[in-house]
């Protein structure tokens, strides 16, 4: 089994792209992937691509090959991945459960999980409950006193990380698109789940004991994420490791200036195939959008990289018009 924490991984530039095989490969993920690909060539490090798969139910049967067609369509590769191994595999999620494993069981013998019996409708009736977010309700901590002692549940548990008090809990990084962020883990949901009522493992572990065990360095992501990256960076360091260092990036929307809809007309890169689109137009058009002009470059990826700048990010509008051939 592979270790929970990479300590022999050398420290020069390692990013990955993680796409989940819930649908098609759109336009603002094609967009990230470019810019993660731009990064790491811009370092001369390593891109490693990872399959998010833990979902089950959501995920569709043949997505991730197709995910991965598309991205080399654009003109992306990868120095590991489920296609191609390397030293880190297995590169899809699914496959990667006993590190979750033992990476629960590292933190509940330091203390840090507790059992959770609450449901969702108790969550957000909970009298110290802010407003609902993206992700749910915040935990007030109901079930935090019991620790993992077993009871007489009323359904399921899962499992939750015990966020640790008052400096303990707080974390500081450099985002290196949005700049200095210090907040406490706690700040946003509380509390988090590290693996579901049914037994799946939750995004917030599993990412990043993978980023962990594979030595990943940076992380180029789309900003509808930033608000999991103190829980993450706490939640690495509770496992002795380091977390790597975030950008994230804007995102692309839609004509009402909404988050881009997967199953939006024209919106996939199979759209953008089907219709004929030269792949690397599609990564030009990627860099002047995101505020880079690569002009006509054979190889806009490789331009790209050598004039990116990840801060120039910082407040900008991505249209997906910007992006579609197909409008």
Do not use: N
Request: hydrophobic share 45%; net charge neutral.
């Amino acid at each position: 089994m592979p270790a929970l924490v990479d300590s022999t991984a050398p420290r020069p530039y390692r990013g990955r792209f993680a796409p989940s095989p819930t649908g098609l490969l759109h336009l603002g993920s094609a967009a990230t992937a470019v810019l993660c690909a731009a990064a790491a060539r811009a370092a001369r490090g390593a891109l490693v691509l990872r399959v998010e798969d833990l979902d089950r139910e959501r995920v569709l049967p043949g997505a991730a090959d197709e995910i991965l067609d598309d991205l080399r369509w654009l003109g992306l590769a990868w120095d590991e991945g489920p296609d191609v191994g390397g030293p880190h595999a297995p590169y899809v999620q699914s496959a990667r459960l006993p590190l979750y494993e033992a990476a629960l069981a590292r933190l509940e013998g330091a203390g840090h999980t507790y059992l959770c019996d609450c449901s969702r409708a108790e969550i957000a009736r909970a009298a110290s409950a802010p407003h609902e977010g993206d992700e749910g309700p915040r935990y007030p901590g109901t079930c935090r006193p019991h620790g993992m002692i077993a009871r007489a549940f009323r359904r399921p548990p899962a499992v939750r990380l015990a966020i640790p008090e008052g400096e303990a809990g707080r974390v500081a990084f450099e985002d290196g698109v949005l700049g200095p962020r210090v907040e406490h883990a706690s700040d946003r949901q509380g509390d988090f789940v590290l693996r579901r009522a049914d037994g799946v493992f939750a995004y917030q572990l599993a990412v990043v004991v993978d980023d962990l065990a594979m030595g990943i360095t940076h992380v180029v992501r789309g900003a509808d994420l930033e608000a999991s990256t103190a829980r993450q960076v706490l939640l690495a360091r509770l496992l002795g490791g380091v977390a790597p260092a975030f950008a994230h990036v804007p995102l692309v929307t839609g004509p009402e200036g909404a988050r881009l809809a997967k199953r939006a007309r024209g919106v996939s890169l199979r759209d953008q195939r089907a219709a004929g689109r030269d792949p690397r137009e599609l990564v030009r058009a990627v860099a002047r959008a995101y505020g880079h002009d690569v002009g006509d470059a054979p190889d806009p990826i490789a331009v790209l990289a050598a004039c990116l700048s990840l801060a120039r990010l910082r407040g900008r509008r991505v249209a997906s018009e910007a992006l579609d051939g197909l409008l």
